[in-house]
């Protein structure tokens, strides 16, 4: 009863640092505004579309598990639900950790160690305070499809599998990477039936649902591979048959660097034994690997979070290799130490708190917005913003177009929010609506809301 209560417990404390993150207007348009609108949208009947992308929801990551929050936001339109299924779904992670530790037969003495090596992996803090992404509904069910494969329990297994395809369409790596596990395990049915389950929906995105709701393009992650092709096809025939340019295309210099950081932590606790369950890593590293987005590469961003969960199983497979355990205070100093280093708890004293004194006027103009405006604006105000249906960001192509689409407009040229809405851009802007005859409202701060 005490590790779901301490899952329970950190589960508040992760979603009270997320909430607190918003409320002092750190978070951004991407991707917090983006789902909360679209989940605002799902919840009043409109088409899934968001502004701020001009994408379909399907068609960016076939995501169809996020449609359940459109159910939450109809009882209650909230971003809070966003935050909160996130933060509860990392720290329940722990609980499937924890039944893998008992599976092993290890001492129930040393069971506490579970939690500290999943919630002192950095990545997991870092990827509940990066907004919110549907991809981390799915690590409950990754680390529970593990346990249920070794207890063979099938129906539990191919739900959980299907679970992690509804969160994200990349996470057709995490299920070739258990079929792959599966073969290394010799369990040959398990594991052609992941690998046919992984590959099939990867072309059936492809090929079928993002052309259908993409107006015949692929998938938009396809821009960060260009350089092994232009489509799906290509880019697999690509990684097949010429793996001359895929050495050619590896960031070599960086590639050090990134494994380390999403090893350091756990490496020390792998034996022999946890070799098959590290297979299961092996795909999402490679496209890692090979992406052109550095994002992908570091312990900031959620892309490495399902190693983080395949990671914490290699180490308990270790642990069960050991006679007579003792508790391994010092790899898991070594852990504390990884978490102080590569976490991001100081952006608490500092970076978070920037916007602080500014949260009154930011809500009070907030408020002179109605509910129907069509609203252009900045990066970090979007996601307070995103409850109507038509929102983006300032760009260079509105100035073109003087606006047409929109009726509000809501920036600080003092500060402008980054993402292509430069300060330069937003004066620009201000000065022209204002010959435009849109009426302006200024605070001393720099924030102007201008409406027509």
């Not at 950095?122 to 509940?128: K, L, R």
């Not at 590959?199 to 821009?223: K, M, R, V, Y």
């Amino acid at each position: 009863m005490a590790l779901p209560l301490l899952s329970l417990v950190i589960g508040f404390f992760l979603w009270g640092c997320s909430a607190f993150r918003h409320y002092a207007y750190q978070s951004t348009a991407f991707d917090l505004g983006i789902y909360d609108q679209v989940a605002w949208l799902i919840s009043r009947g409109l088409e899934a579309k968001s502004t701020l992308l001009d994408l379909h929801h399907i068609g960016n990551h076939g995501a169809y598990l996020f449609y359940f929050a459109g159910f939450l936001y109809w009882m209650l339109p909230s971003v809070n639900w966003l935050l909160a299924t996130q933060a509860f779904s990392l720290s329940f992670t722990a609980l499937p950790l924890i039944k893998i530790w008992k599976q092993k037969s290890l001492p129930l003495r040393f069971i506490g160690v579970v939690p500290l090596l999943w919630f002192l992996q950095p990545q997991v803090f870092n990827t509940n305070l990066w907004d919110f992404h549907p991809d981390v509904w799915a690590m409950p069910a990754f680390a529970l499809a593990i346990w249920a494969s070794r207890e063979k329990r099938r129906f539990i297994w191919l739900s959980c599998i299907f679970w992690i395809l509804g969160c994200r369409d990349g996470y057709s790596l995490l299920i070739l990477g258990l079929g792959l596990t599966e073969i290394a395990l010799k369990n040959y049915k398990w594991g052609l039936l992941a690998i046919g389950i992984g590959t099939g929906w990867i072309f059936t995105l492809s090929e079928f649902i993002f052309p259908l709701f993409n107006d015949q393009a692929g998938p938009a992650a396809l821009a960060r591979f260009s350089a092994l092709g232009d489509n799906m096809s290509s880019v697999v025939l690509s990684i097949l048959f010429q793996p001359s340019k895929l050495l050619s295309i590896i960031d070599w210099p960086s590639l050090p660097e990134y494994i380390l950081f999403i090893c350091i932590s756990t490496f020390l606790f792998w034996r022999k034994s946890s070799i098959p369950i590290l297979l299961s890593a092996v795909p999402l590293i490679v496209v890692n690997i090979l992406s052109e987005s550095a994002t992908q590469r570091n312990l900031i961003y959620h892309y490495n979070l399902p190693l983080a969960v395949i990671f914490v199983v290699a180490a308990i497979d270790g642990l069960s290799e050991q006679k007579n355990m003792k508790l391994p205070w010092r790899r898991l100093l070594l852990l504390s130490f990884c978490w102080a280093s590569f976490a991001k708890p100081g952006y608490f004293a500092g970076k978070y708190l920037r916007r602080l004194p500014d949260v009154l006027i930011l809500n009070t103009a907030r408020e002179l917005i109605e509910p129907t405006d069509r609203v252009l604006t900045t990066n970090y105000l979007a996601p307070h913003l995103t409850h109507r249906e038509s929102v983006d960001i300032l760009q260079q192509k509105h100035i073109y177009n003087n606006f047409y689409d929109f009726n509000s407009i809501l920036i600080n040229p003092k500060d402008p929010g980054g993402s292509g809405s430069s300060s330069k851009l937003q004066t620009k802007a201000i000065e022209i609506v204002e010959k435009l005859d849109w009426k302006c409202s200024y605070w001393d701060n720099g924030l102007t809301l201008c409406k027509d």
